[in-house]
């Protein structure tokens, strides 16, 4: 059953704050791009390809002016660098289906511990589960928006955020938390 | 929702990028490239398109334009019938070593919509976890002896993909409930995942094959 509502969007209005993205943040993302990549060709490509997705997705940018955007154009710069270098390097991230660790933790595992805990545990992540669960909890993107934003399948944006809870409660378990 | 975990990932964000607050940019003055402003060019412009969102999918205004207009015609003139089967585009990646599975709707339509057919519990197991969002319903299985089984039901088959690890794997392709899918094994791992028109199936389970299989077969539905 299809569900039709429509978002109309000014689009003279989104061009602007669009530009204004652009201008406040091309130059850190482009810092970001060349740290990883360290040739600014394909920095460049790198910028531009994050300008990309972000366009194609821009309905759920807030104000320019703020960290929380500042940190997510840093997010998809950095996503898409690395996607890149592996990429390169034939050593691309597999979302590989079948893996031996097959419980989803349930949330009061993460309701339990402390926050100090919890926060130093998430900057433990590797990039990759940690952006995904930004992507997902902070900045609301469902998983076919997520999927759109880092070129991934929409299973493979599900299973990040999955295994992301997965690594975490490891984590959590290697520091001396239980959960019964 | 996850409170703590929300107000975790909200701490860990800022310290994680509270470095760029008093951060001085070595690239503030570079100049792009003249091929990258005249990229930008075509990029600005797509911040601004108009969309409509149709259920999780959003589509640019015109082509719903278009779409709307293909419908009328039919609705008024025309038999308008919806055919589909799910097929499975199987691609070998040598570079990762596993066989890579996306799927697309052609075909032959079922003769009515099909419940969703969740899997009898095996004997020895019990249901440890339930998850369910707009995509999905996993359910978590486990017994004393350690065993644990994952069912993951998924209804949007055409943006899935799936990417097996078949270096040294037992694979075959079978037919599970009268439809395609296939059977997995690797490291005490078993799997197995198929997919009708509606919905993407996946059991996997660090138990016998035949438990799975029992399960599968419990989801046929009457």
Redesign the interface.
Known sequence: MLTLYLTLIDAEEDKIKFIKLYEQYRHLMFYIAQKILHDEHLSEDAVQESFLRIAKNFHKIGQILCPETRNFTVIITRNVAITMINHSNSNATTDFYVESALTNPSEDVFEAVSNKLLTESILKLPEIYRDSLYLYHLYGYTFNEISNLLSISVESAKKRVQRARRILKDLLEKEGYRHE | M????????????????SW??D?E????G?A??S??KS??ES????????????????IRKALLAALIALLAIAITGCAFTVHYVVEWNEKQ?D??G?LDV?FELSGESPSAPRDMFLPSTPQGYVI??Q?S????Y?I?Y?NPQGH???CSI?N?IE???????NEGASFEKTTINGQKGYA?S????N?LFWADSIYFYEL???CEMDTLLTMAGSMAGI
């Open positions: 996850n409170k703590n975990l929300d107000i975790s990932l909200k701490c860990a964000l800022e310290k994680e990028f760029i607050n951060f940019n070595p690239y503030a570079y792009f490239s091929q990258f990229n930008m990029i600005i412009p797509r911040a601004g398109f108009t969309y409509v969102s149709i259920g999780n999918k959003r990646n570079a990762q596993t996306s440890t976890d998850y969002d707009d995509f999905s996993t978590t486990s644990e089984i994952l998924s949007d943006n899935m993909s799936i990417s097996l690890d997995y690797k490291d005490g791992i799997a996997q389970g660090n």
